[in-house]
């Protein structure tokens, strides 16, 4: 029973940082294949905003779209009304969703279709199946405001919500003005040299490829990120530490007649401590093989209960890297209760009750 | 080796326990002789020395001072992990309390003094021939928990006598058992001394245990007082 709670109290650091890789990994690849869905080859942000940052707000003028449109090589230019409605990780979108399902490629809806009415609004079955919303239901956002479902597409376009531009330039007091702005050109080889002239234009604005953007939805490109991991890390190899430390304490007190028997039998000190050393390791393994069964049990939490809000993945090549740094702890932890056993009297050992 | 010297030699041997500020002599000046192949029983009340002679003969703790020679090995120039190596082979121990592993087989209890010895776990024929002798052939798959008192203490001594130790140290072998298994035990113990030509010191407080034994000592307050 003691092995066993030890091994569950070994597994939380593992679960632990399984479920934050698989989170960080998870969200990027959602915002990554949102991003693709769009169908865009450049995208405007506003003037003096950073690269990874979120955007709110509509402080680009709507007839830059229209100046963009006009611009050589551009096929369609789309403005974008962003608002957050759930902290950073569920927003709404403004968009003209005809000119976004051009662009797109077009909403695959699973119910209903497109808003008709002014209080209409569309959502992803993610959101949908978070929030119970059906075609028809009706629910609170931005405010007082209730709105009705008129369709659930299939995720992966843009965000989880869409509404039709007019209605969130009126609801955020913004008329006239996008958040940002997507460019959809003739030929994506045209690229580059569509951002070089744009920059020249307008030197104010940042100007990306969708390729960048993409490209940069990855852990690694987020100092923010690898730091929360590297803490998280840190509180598992310190968890693991002390819980294998604890508990070879308490396994080497309950043994301490064993430990005598065992140098009488002529045992070392280095056996003593390779034997609690192991023991330590073998509980990391079973530690591990449990934090990752757990993790499976995260993945499927998120996925049923705020698949809308957070997404996580199993992200497999994180397995080896926890069993390592959990075996690190668990080892470091053996060592200290190992050398407290190697350094028992045999005579009190045996005389131990 | 055989020179013709005592396979124990014990001179003016002491051993002080320090009991926080207080110095507890428990051997005061002991001399020894026992001889290759002797059973030599030890007795005296409780407090007398016998079980801390043991523990230094068996290389459980130095002496505070004098001399203990082994098989023409000074025990008291060893360092720990020498004494180590002298419970591996050299000298082995049954004890009252039988002192198996509990959550290991009879079978493994014994594989575990021939690992720890850095012999193949498997031992030789001969010593299935022992184990037979011993009564306990059919019991071997068993944890202690599930042997009775006088099959524990007949692992145990199969334990102590796998790896054929030169001398064996039995430390009140039958204080935990009936007449009966008293018996038996008593008379393995001297069937071995006879088969195997072990040197045997065995403590009791009995005096019908105590006669098993080629010679009996008397042990009182830290010293040997008469045979």
């Known amino acids: 029973m003691r092995t066993l709670l030890s091994a569950l109290l070994i597994a939380v650091p593992v679960t632990l940082i399984l479920t934050l890789v698989g989170l960080t990994h998870g969200m990027l690849q959602e915002s990554e294949q949102r991003a693709r869905g769009i169908g865009a080859d450049i995208w405007v942000r506003p003037p003096g905003t950073a690269f990874a940052t979120s955007l709110s707000g509509a402080p680009i003028p709507e007839k830059m779209v229209d100046f963009l449109q006009q611009q050589p090589h551009v096929q369609l230019a789309l403005g974008s009304v962003v608002q957050t409605v759930e902290g950073v990780t569920v927003i709404v979108n403004g968009v003209d969703l005809d000119k976004f399902d051009q662009m797109s490629g077009g909403l695959q809806y699973v119910q209903g279709g497109p808003p008709k009415a002014p209080d209409d609004i569309i959502v992803d079955q993610y959101y949908a199946a978070q929030k119970g919303l059906h075609v028809g239901s009706a629910f609170m956002m931005l405010g007082n405001h209730t709105w009705h479902v008129s369709g659930i597409f299939t995720g992966g376009k843009l965000s989880r919500i869409i509404l039709p531009i007019r209605i969130l330039q009126e609801l955020t007091s913004s008329p006239d003005k996008v958040t940002q702005i997507f460019l959809k050109l003739d030929d994506p080889k045209n690229t580059e040299a569509v951002i070089a002239a744009l920059k020249m234009k307008l030197p104010d604005y940042p100007i990306y490829s969708m390729a960048d953007l993409t490209s940069l939805y990855s852990a690694s490109n987020y100092a923010g990120v690898n730091s929360l991991i590297t803490v998280i890390v840190a509180v598992g190899v310190i968890i693991g ?19 005598g028997i065992l140098k009488s039998l002529g045992a ?75 350094r028992h009297d045999p005579i009190e050992a045996l005389a131990y009750e | 080796m055989n020179n013709g010297r005592p396979m124990i030699e014990v001179r003016g041997l002491t051993k002080v326990y320090n009991m926080g500020n207080v110095d507890v002599p428990a051997l005061r000046g002991l001399d020894l002789d026992v001889e290759r192949g002797e059973f030599l029983s030890i007795v005296g009340p409780s407090g007398s020395g016998k079980s801390t002679l043991f523990h230094i003969i068996g290389g459980l703790t130095p002496p505070s001072s004098g001399r203990v020679r082994l098989d023409d090995r000074e025990l008291s120039q060893m360092s720990e992990s020498d004494r180590t190596r002298l419970r591996k082979r050299t000298v082995a121990f049954i004890f009252q309390k039988f002192n198996l592993l509990p959550n290991l087989t009879a079978r493994d209890n014994i594989a575990v003094a021939r690992y720890l010895a850095g012999l193949d776990q498997k031992p030789d024929p001969q010593f299935e021939e022992i184990l037979k002798l011993l009564g ?59 088969r195997l030509g072990q040197t045997i010191l065995m403590i009791t407080h009995n005096p019908e245990a105590a006669a098993y034994g080629h010679r009996t000592v008397h042990m009182r307050d830290g010293k040997i007082v008469g045979e």
């Open chain 2, 136 to 194: 306990i052939a059919q019991r071997l798959d068993h944890k202690p928990s599930a042997l009775s008192g006088g099959e524990q203490q007949r692992v145990a001594i199969a334990r102590a006598i796998v790896n054929r130790p030169a001398i064996l140290l039995a430390d009140e072998p039958t204080g935990n058992l009936d007449t009966e298994n008293s018996t038996a035990v008593l008379e393995i113990i001297r069937d071995l001394n006879e």
């Open chain 1, 268 to 342: 070392s000190n280095g056996f003593i401590i390779r034997t609690i050393v192991a023991e330590g390791l073998l509980l990391g393994v079973g530690g591990t093989l449990i934090g990752i069964g757990l993790s499976f049990g995260s993945w499927w939490l998120i996925r049923t209960l705020v698949p809308a809000s957070i997404q996580m993945v199993i992200v497999t090549s994180w397995w080896p890297i926890a069993g390592a740094i959990t075996l690190v702890g668990a080892g470091l932890g053996a060592l200290y209760p190992g050398w407290n056993a190697a």
């Open chain 1, 241 to 259: 530490f002390f819980v294998v430390c604890l508990s070879m304490y308490m396994a080497v007190l309950q043994r301490t007649r064993e430990i």
